[in-house]
């Protein structure tokens, strides 16, 4: 019934929280509530594909997968500007969660292709890692901002009908550069 769905729902949630807690993935539960909710608003993971491009440990990852998507996939090649054991600690997280719809690939966005597309996908932090060197250029050079539109396409391509796309990351600017 609904309400049994809801309530396991919630239990999931629960241990989802208390789990990336335990492995170090987020300091508080009360903190990491408030921020997957913030980040995630409005969106439904029922039945649904969920990209998480840069994933690293799976944080977010295992949140939609606990949510009810169909398939989660965490990419996460590990190289330049990751942390060091993201597969050892993605597979002891999933394999606490019990879940079965999340999948690790330790593939850069470049480099990844499936015959799917997804319906939520997200970039936390990793939109200026999908090329590093390009980023640095991207405010001045044609190259640079050729090779990130290639990319965002391949991002596109992989976009179903109607697919949520989330980018957040910092700026290269911050308050007190403006005040000061």
């Known amino acids: 019934s609904v309400s049994d769905r809801i309530m396991k729902t919630s239990q999931n949630i629960s241990h989802y929280y208390s789990t990336m807690v335990q492995k170090g993935m987020f300091q508080t539960e009360k903190r990491l509530a408030f921020y997957v909710n913030h980040l995630f608003q409005n969106i439904d993971f029922t039945e649904k594909r969920f990209l998480d491009i840069g994933g690293g440990s799976g944080l977010y990852s295992f949140y939609g997968a606990t949510n009810g998507a169909i398939s989660t996939v965490c990419l996460e090649p590990e190289d330049d500007g990751s942390s060091a054991n993201v597969a050892k600690q993605f597979h002891a997280a999933k394999n606490t969660l019990q879940l079965k ?61 109607n697919a949520k796309i989330i980018v957040c990351d910092c700026s290269r600017n911050n308050f007190f550069d403006f005040v000061f």
């Open 101 to 161: 719809s999340a999948f690790l690939e330790q593939k850069t966005i470049q480099n990844f292709s499936t015959n799917h597309q997804f319906d939520i996908i997200l970039l936390h932090n990793s939109i200026n890692h999908i090329d590093e060197e390009a980023c640095i250029k991207l405010h001045y050079s044609d190259e640079a901002q050729e090779t990130y539109r290639h990319i965002l396409s391949q991002i596109y391509d992989l976009a179903s009908d």
